[in-house]
């Protein structure tokens, strides 16, 4: 299993970023796949999920609104597009799967928001 975030970046506050993550190594379309972040000198948190059907989705209270998940089943990509920043939305960004009982994380990606 692999996992690879692409996207992240220094915005201003009210600004948009749009994250992506490409899979392989395993059948992409049978699984969900989620979006954590982790801000500085906190626990990573599960910010949006989408299930692998593209229909289903969860986000966290924090972004909701502001977030969107997306998946393409045929490329084999989960996206995150992010909207209307905030600092608090400054973190590590990771994308992740839960495949026969194990998870599987990216490397993340760097999100900062300030001016």
């Known amino acids: 299993v692999r996992l690879v975030e692409s996207g992240g970046g220094l915005v201003q506050p009210g600004g948009s970023l749009r994250l992506s993550c490409t899979a392989s190594?395993?059948?992409?379309?049978?699984?969900?796949m989620n979006w954590y972040q982790q801000a500085p000198g906190k626990e990573r948190v599960l910010v949006a999920q989408i299930t692998s059907s593209g229909y289903g989705f969860y986000y966290a209270n924090s972004v909701k609104g502001r977030f969107t998940i997306s998946r393409d089943n045929v490329k084999n990509t989960v996206s995150l597009q992010m909207n209307s920043l905030t600092p608090e939305d400054t973190g590590v960004y990771y994308c992740?799967?839960?495949?026969?009982?194990?998870?599987?994380w990216g490397q993340g990606t760097q999100v900062t928001v300030s001016s």
């Open positions: 190594g395993f059948t992409f379309r049978d699984y969900n």
């Open positions: 992740h799967t839960f495949i026969r009982g194990a998870g599987s």
